[in-house]
Every structure is written in structure tokens, then in C-alpha cells.
T-cell receptor, first 115, second 113 residues
Framework: AQSVTQPDIHITVSEGASLELRCNYS??????LFWYVQSPGQGLQLLLK??????LVQGIKGFEAEFKRSQSSFNLRKPSVHWSDAAEYFC?????????????FGTGTLLAVQP | DADVTQTPRNRITKTGKRIMLECSQT?????MYWYRQDPGLGLRLIYY???????NKGEISDGYSVSRQAQAKFSLSLESAIPNQTALYFC????????????FGEGSRLTVL
């Protein structure tokens, strides 16, 4: 069965520091992978997505993620965090095909940014 | 105006009451979804619909029902609300021909006392 694991429930970084949020997935075929961000009181916004091709994908707000098939990972990175990046981040894998047509989300990582 | 609109944004109700959450979209997408978000559990799929005649259960459909009144409208009902249905509910849409990105509403926070 498809699944997504985000091992870090809560992360705190200092403003200006680098960030890496971990995501591991389980999926039988080539996955569609996504990172979404949820700011307080808001819906989810897509940061970036991977379908095929270059395994390093660039997203909005200076984020990037790298797909590593051998590790079943899709970690999100940012070289320098801003206070406005404080939010909850969700990794998701797309399960499409046959009777399946949905995104499966991880449990989220809550990011706090210290001044 | 938001492309995916949920009403109400906040609702407090009592155990046993019927509650309906509504979702409307102006994006012209034919796929619509209802997710539930709970702290520490992420988002879990309740129901999804490919078009007005195609409704599918998600992983946690018990205690919920849906209605796809039109391409643009997808409602979620709790026939007899219970306290463990207290959660943040999200509607999402996507077009038939895309690579899976969902477009979310701003959420409906439901509290069942």
C-alpha cells in the first residue's frame, strides 16, 4: 500500500539557517511527489512537485527537493530560512491509476523559526 | 475571491446534530475531494468524486456522506455528528488532465460538543 512518512513532527531552526525536512514514501511504481505548505489558518499551498526527469526540483519561495529513488525519499530543502517560513509542511505521494485517484499525505512537520 | 470556497469556515455543533459542509469551485475542475485534518495525523481522504455521477469512498468515509450537486459543488454531510468528528475539513479540486496537484479551499473547522 502507498504511504508517506515524515519522521520529524516538529523542527525549530534559526532564521538564516539551512533547512531540510525529511520525507520517505512507499509506492510500487514511479511516484508523483509533492510538498505542500500550510500557514496558520490557511489551506494548503503547493510548494513543488516531481513527476519525472531531473531529480532536483525547484519550487516557490526558494524551496527545492530531491527525489532519491534508491532511498525512497523526497526531502525538502531551503538554504536560508526566513521567519515567514514558519508553517506546517506536508509531503504527499500521488496514487493514480485504475481505481485509485488520490493524494496520500504524510502527517506533517511543523516548522518553527527562531529570530 | 477564492477559487475553492468552503462554507462555513467555522461551526460549533452538538452531538447528534446533522451538519453540512459545502464546497464550491470556480476552477472548472471535474475532480473534487474532501479531506479531514487532525493534529499528528495529517490529511486523510473522506470521499472523492470524478464527476456528478461518480462518488468514491476514501479511507475514512464511515459517518460521512457526500453529494455532488453539480460539477462545481460538492457537499459533505455528517448525519449525526459525534465529538471525534471534531476536525479541520478541506475541500480540494483538480482537473482531469493534470499530474495530481490538488487545489485546496481554506478549510472548515468543525467542533462537535
Amino acid at each position: 500500500a502507498q504511504s508517506v512518512t515524515q519522521p520529524d513532527i516538529h523542527i525549530t531552526v534559526s532564521e538564516g539557517a539551512s533547512l531540510e525536512l525529511r520525507c520517505n514514501y512507499s509506492y510500487g511504481a514511479t511516484p508523483y511527489l509533492f510538498w505542500y505548505v500550510q500557514s496558520p489558518g490557511q489551506g494548503l499551498q503547493l510548494l513543488l512537485k516531481y513527476f519525472s526527469g531531473d531529480t532536483l526540483v525547484q519550487g516557490i519561495k526558494g524551496f527545492e527537493a530531491e527525489f532519491k529513488r534508491s532511498q525512497s525519499s523526497f526531502n525538502l530543502r531551503k538554504p536560508s530560512v526566513h521567519w515567514s517560513d514558519a508553517a506546517e509542511y506536508f509531503c504527499a505521494v500521488g496514487a493514480f491509476g485504475g481505481a485509485t485517484n488520490k493524494l496520500i499525505f504524510g502527517t506533517g512537520t511543523l516548522l518553527a523559526v527562531q529570530p | 475571491d477564492a477559487d475553492v470556497t468552503q462554507t462555513p469556515r467555522n461551526r460549533i455543533t452538538k452531538t447528534g446534530k446533522r451538519i453540512m459542509l459545502e464546497c464550491s469551485q470556480t476552477k472548472g475542475h471535474d475532480r473534487m475531494y474532501w479531506y479531514r485534518q487532525d493534529p499528528g495525523l495529517g490529511l486523510r481522504l473522506i470521499y472523492y468524486s470524478f464527476d456528478v455521477k461518480d462518488i468514491n469512498k476514501g479511507e475514512i468515509s464511515d459517518g460521512y456522506s457526500v453529494s455532488r450537486q453539480a460539477q462545481a459543488k460538492f457537499s459533505l454531510s455528517l448525519e449525526s455528528a459525534i465529538p471525534n468528528q471534531t476536525a479541520l475539513y478541506f475541500c480540494a479540486t483538480r482537473p482531469r488532465r493534470n499530474t495530481g496537484e490538488l487545489f485546496f479551499g481554506e478549510g472548515s473547522r468543525l467542533t462537535v460538543l
